[in-house]
């Protein structure tokens, strides 16, 4: 992860949102782009990895702040192709109770293959946190130049149409594309990448 994806990275997780549903909006889409759902023990647990540890941190904090939740920590050093830590937050205890809050679930227990449904129907207000959670999970943004581009790799072809969705909803035009087995969300038009850093914060 090079040095301008850093910086906009430690600078979006210092901006705070006062609004409950604009955290809640950010924690979700963080927990549905770096996450999965893993059954250990018969019990369902939420698990994360971040290539930011003030994002992580972020993620733990928020968990139990605003759903009263404990959670684990660990660090996976550089291991083949990969040259960063990442760091790995995951819930146990109670692991179900937060996909359902989260929508990661649907209402029948299946989990869902685009963007939980409260963040495909959140108000206009809550679109900028959905955006700074997808960039916070699994965003990067190039070195500026003509070939500036901001990306975000997504979990699923479904996950990256619905970013693109909230991406026009704002007024940001995005395209989604599969790059090397990836789902990727791109932004490339250079007033649409310094117009969705403002509104990401």
Same mark, same amino acid.
Do not use: C
């Given at each position: 992860?090079?040095?301008?994806?850093?910086?906009?990275?430690?600078?979006?997780?210092?901006?705070?949102?006062?609004?409950?549903?604009?955290?809640?909006?950010?924690?979700?889409?963080?927990?549905?782009?770096?996450?999965?759902?893993?059954?250990?023990?018969?019990?369902?647990?939420?698990?994360?990895?971040?290539?930011?540890? +003030?994002?992580?941190?972020?993620?733990?904090?928020? $968990?139990?702040?605003?759903? *009263?939740? =404990?959670?684990? %920590?660990? !660090?996976?050093?550089?291991?083949?192709?990969?040259?960063?830590?990442?760091?790995?937050?995951?819930?146990?205890?109670?692991?179900?109770?937060?996909?359902?809050?989260?929508?990661?679930?649907?209402?029948?227990?299946?989990?869902?293959?685009?963007?939980?449904?409260?963040?495909?129907?959140?108000?206009?207000?809550?679109?900028?946190?959905?955006?700074?959670?997808?960039?916070?999970?699994?965003?990067?943004?190039? +070195?500026?130049?003509?070939?500036?581009?901001?990306? $975000?790799?997504?979990?699923? *072809?479904? =996950?990256?149409? %619905?970013? !693109?969705?909230?991406?026009?909803?704002?007024?940001?035009?995005?395209?989604?594309?599969?790059?090397?087995?990836?789902?990727?969300?791109?932004?490339?038009?250079?007033?649409?990448?310094?117009?969705?850093?403002?509104?990401?914060?």
């Amino acid at each position: 992860m090079h040095s301008l994806t850093v910086a906009v990275k430690d600078e979006l997780v210092s901006h705070h949102s006062d609004l409950t549903s604009q955290r809640v909006a950010e924690l979700s889409t963080i927990l549905r782009f770096a996450g999965g759902l893993h059954v250990i023990g018969g019990n369902i647990a939420v698990e994360v990895e971040l290539d930011h540890l +003030e994002t992580a941190k972020r993620v733990r904090k928020d $968990i139990r702040d605003i759903f *009263g939740m =404990a959670t684990d %920590a660990a !660090v996976m050093q550089p291991a083949g192709n990969r040259t960063h830590p990442l760091y790995v937050v995951r819930v146990r205890q109670g692991g179900e109770t937060l996909a359902r809050q989260t929508g990661l679930l649907d209402p029948r227990k299946r989990p869902v293959r685009g963007l939980p449904n409260k963040l495909t129907t959140s108000p206009i207000g809550d679109l900028p946190a959905i955006w700074r959670g997808a960039f916070l999970a699994g965003g990067s943004i190039s +070195e500026p130049g003509r070939s500036a581009a901001i990306e $975000i790799v997504a979990p699923t *072809g479904e =996950a990256a149409m %619905a970013m !693109v969705g909230r991406g026009a909803r704002l007024g940001v035009p995005s395209k989604a594309r599969e790059v090397r087995m990836a789902h990727r969300v791109m932004v490339r038009d250079g007033e649409a990448i310094s117009e969705l850093l403002t509104l990401m914060g």
